[in-house]
Every structure is written in structure tokens, then in C-alpha cells.
């Protein structure tokens, strides 16, 4: 009997193991991608925060996650760790529309209107015929556009 309940108590708790098991496994980078962009378009900036900070962790040559991670802290007013990720971002990818964008948008928050209108001056480079980027931050300095995302 004595080793019968030994083996019913390991059965039961292989058992319990396996169930519990999956609620402490680690997100995908992409499931931690789809959160933040989700808790971004509900403008849950410290749950963003939280998890791109995971996501950049595990994707470190991301430049998206590292622009993304750059927009969270903006909108944080965070703006000194947001330069410098948005840095980051673009020293991974000189040419990523969505990061010089937004750190246009975030040197015309600091009043830097020289380095926003060098931004737009890329965009223009990299989009001859116009492209969302470039209009976007085109309204963000004439003060025709407030929110960005």
C-alpha cells in the first residue's frame, strides 16, 4: 500500500508539473512584439516599456524594437534614454523611415528644430515621391500633427 500512494503522489505531481509548466515559460520574441504594439495603440506606455525592454533583450539587431523601445520612453518623457535609443535604432539601419521620423518628432519636442528638419531632409532622400514617414513628420513640425502612433 505504502508504495502504491508513493506512486499515485509521483504520478499526481508529474501530472501537476506538466499543466503548471507552460505559465512559466518564456514569451517569443514575436508574441512580445505583438504586446507591445498592442499595449502602445492603448497608450499602456510602462506595460510597453516593460516588455520591449524584454523583446530588445532577446532581438538586439532589431532596429524596430529599438525604435520602438526609443518611442516608449519619449512618450515617457524619458527623452534623454530616448535619443539614445533611437540612436541605437538607426545605427542598426540608417535608413529606417520609422526611427528618423520619430526621433524628428522628438527633437522638435526638445525644440531642436535644426536636427527635426535633417530628419525631413532624409525622409525626403529616402522617399522622392512622398511616403507616410515623411508626411507625418512634415505636419509634426508645422504643428499640424500632436499624436504619433
Same mark, same amino acid.
Given at each position: ?12 505531481? /508529474?501530472?501537476? @508539473?506538466?499543466?503548471?509548466? $507552460?505559465? &512559466?515559460? #518564456?514569451?517569443?520574441?514575436? *508574441?512580445?512584439?505583438? %504586446? ?39 512618450? /515617457?518623457?524619458? @527623452?534623454?534614454?530616448?535619443? $539614445?535609443? &533611437?540612436? #541605437?535604432?538607426?545605427?542598426? *539601419?540608417?535608413?529606417? %523611415? ?52
Amino acid at each position: 500500500m505504502k508504495y502504491l500512494n508513493i506512486y499515485f503522489l509521483s504520478i499526481a505531481l /508529474l501530472f501537476s @508539473y506538466d499543466l503548471n509548466a $507552460s505559465k &512559466y515559460e #518564456k514569451e517569443s520574441a514575436s *508574441d512580445l512584439y505583438k %504586446k507591445a504594439t498592442k499595449q502602445l495603440k492603448e497608450e499602456d506606455y510602462k506595460s510597453a516599456l516593460k516588455t520591449l525592454k524584454k523583446y530588445t533583450k532577446s532581438k538586439k539587431k532589431d532596429a524596430d524594437g529599438w525604435t520602438l523601445l526609443a518611442f516608449t520612453n519619449r512618450k /515617457l518623457k524619458n @527623452y534623454s534614454e530616448a535619443e $539614445s535609443l &533611437y540612436a #541605437k535604432a538607426l545605427n542598426l *539601419d540608417p535608413n529606417n %523611415k520609422i526611427a528618423i521620423e520619430y526621433q524628428g518628432e522628438l527633437f522638435v519636442e526638445l525644440g531642436k528644430m535644426e536636427e527635426a528638419n535633417a530628419n525631413l531632409a532624409k525622409l525626403r532622400a529616402l522617399c522622392p515621391n512622398s511616403c507616410e514617414e515623411l508626411e507625418m513628420l512634415e505636419e509634426y513640425i508645422s504643428g499640424n500633427k500632436t499624436k504619433s502612433w
